[in-house]
């Protein structure tokens, strides 16, 4: 089984709608980190969440960090064509290592 | 723009012939990362540098080796490709410490 757990692993989305994406891990985190992906093509930094109960925001996506349940969420409000593409989380694990998830596809229908 | 170059974007191979890829950067970053994404799966770390140590990791095939001759360029060498090494293959950077990772565009890798 894998540490980091994606959900859901595909998403069609009508635009202007609102989305959440989630990761949870089976190890304790020591950060957590969204990255989007267009198909073929490298990632794309896109926040980092370190401490339990933080919360950050870029343009239209928020992403929290639930310590306890070793849990992030990644929220886009009001998803645009341009939100499409592959989310992926990214841990970092006591000895310094770093697992993806496999990532969540999003589709946004205009 | 400071950046990660990866070259070429795409290359094709015939099984068993050795192949290199490449991977340049401009950020001054003391860590360079080489990762493999197949379809639909997680990018799976095979090794990285912190500086000029080389760090494997532990389930990474003998066939892939690395070169860093210099801070910023990396190289991934296939020994011998086989169908299933065919992948996009990602380079990333960071400075130490701080573990925000910044990728290249990928080298899609096809085997013959």
């Known amino acids: 089984s894998q540490e980091l757990e994606q959900s859901p692993q595909s998403l069609i989305v009508q635009e202007g709608k609102n989305l959440t994406i989630n990761c949870t891990s089976s190890?304790?985190?020591?950060?957590l980190y969204w990255y989007k992906q267009k198909y073929g093509e490298g990632l794309i930094f896109l926040m980092m969440l370190q401490k339990g109960g933080e919360e950050k925001s870029h343009e239209k996506i928020t992403a929290k960090l639930d310590e306890k349940k070793q849990q992030s969420s990644l929220h886009i409000t009001a998803s645009q064509p341009s939100h499409a593409g592959i989310y992926l989380c990214?841990?970092?694990?006591?000895?310094?290592?770093?697992?993806f998830g496999a990532g969540t596809r999003l589709t946004v229908k205009p | 723009d400071a950046m990660v170059i990866q070259n070429p974007r795409y290359q094709v191979t015939q099984f068993g012939k050795p192949v290199t890829l490449s991977c340049s950067q401009t950020?001054?970053?003391?860590?360079m990362y080489w990762y493999q994404q197949k379809s639909s799966q997680a990018p799976k770390l095979l090794f990285h540098y912190y500086d000029k140590d080389f760090n494997n990791e532990a389930d990474t095939p003998d066939n892939f080796q690395s070169r860093r001759p210099n801070t910023s360029f990396c190289f991934l060498d296939i020994r011998s490709p086989g169908l299933g090494d065919a992948a996009m293959y990602l380079c990333?950077?960071?400075?130490?410490?701080?573990?925000?990772?910044?990728f290249g565009p990928g080298t899609r890798l096809t085997v013959t």
């Open positions: 190890k304790t985190l020591y950060g």
């Open positions: 990214g841990a970092r694990y006591n000895n310094n290592d770093m697992r």
């Open positions: 990333a950077t960071s400075r130490w410490g701080t573990y925000e990772q910044y």
């Open positions: 950020l001054n970053h003391n860590v």
